[in-house]
């Protein structure tokens, strides 16, 4: 790089005196002194026009430099939301996994039965089921309250309207299927029936 | 940066000049023309050593430019991979939040029933334990496999060492607790009888 200018440089000058030689052929020694002179200035202005592209260029790569380095901020910076996102919803897929699972457990433990060993086991199985929730709850997964809640269209889908009394309006009588939140994201919204 | 250059230039110019001018008092003019010339010449030597000064500060921006851009590629190519693993173990924690549970629903599965109610209970919930299992390996977890296999201290953590005969020498007898991977990565080996 340094050594290409210099040889710009050069060639510049060369071309001065090659100039001079031609127009300065019948001159007095004096003059030519002057000449010299002139030669020199012009020297000077070349090289001052050499430092000003070189200003020029020093600018550029400065711009350039601060231009990378604010990419290099933003890059970072996004990487770390992406990294932030990816692990506060790690386990959304897992939990949408295992709904369908959670879902015949919940309609299991409903079954209604009359022998004692048939009571206890489902007391046992109620216990796991517990666990279960309780596994997800520590990772930031819960169930949607939703009977005798006030209906919420973002964490209730309403699939029945009824008219019941003793229920207030517009509140939720009865769930179908259970809803999902995994912190401040909706994983399923609870199937409701909702009072008028 | 450049105005700053520019003064700097004039500055010593000027001492040049200053210097000239109280050496050369008694000198003709002739002399006097020859000392602009070596003011000139000077000027050019100043203006050559900014030049290379620039040049100097040109190679260290651009060095500093390609270092950034080095910084910025590793950092990217980290950022992505940080990513990656953060997706591939995303269910790690979940998982192992699971376990217990896994475990008491598998003991609660192995209870003795005499009852025909008690018996169809069990049953369905081992098809809701099978669900859970088919969610984790979704996921990629799988239970790792021990009875019968020979004896892997990367996936079996043996308890107990006796000597049957049926048995290969060095393979898993029994199993106290069942193990699990995450893709390559054991979550917890098993915990097994090992035959000597």
Sequence with gaps: MAEEKNSIHEELID??????TVEGEAVEASEIEGE??????????IAE????????????????????????????RRARLDLE???KYRAQSLI?????AMDNFERALQMEV?????????????MVYRGLLEALKNEGAE?????????DPNFHQAVMQV??????????????????????RVIRPAMVKVNQ
Tied chains: 1, 2.
Excluded: W
């Design 114 to 126: 009359d022998g004692e060993q048939a009571a206890s086991i489902l007391q046992g199985m109620e």
């Design 36 to 45: 010299e002179t002139i030669s020199l200035e012009e020297q000077l202005k």
């Design 49 to 76: 026009a050499q430092t000003k592209e070189l200003e020029a260029k020093l600018e550029e790569a400065e711009n350039r430099y601060y231009r990378i380095q604010a990419d290099y901020e933003n890059s970072r």
């Design 15 to 20: 071309e001065t005196v090659a100039t001079e």
């Design 96 to 100: 949408s996994n295992l709904l369908p």
């Design 85 to 87: 996102a990816s692990e």
């Design 143 to 151: 169930q949607i309250e939703a009977v005798g809640k006030e209906f």
């Design 163 to 184: 008219d019941v009394e003793g229920f207030d309006s517009n509140h939720v009588v009865e769930e179908f299927q259970k809803g999902y939140i995994l912190k401040d």
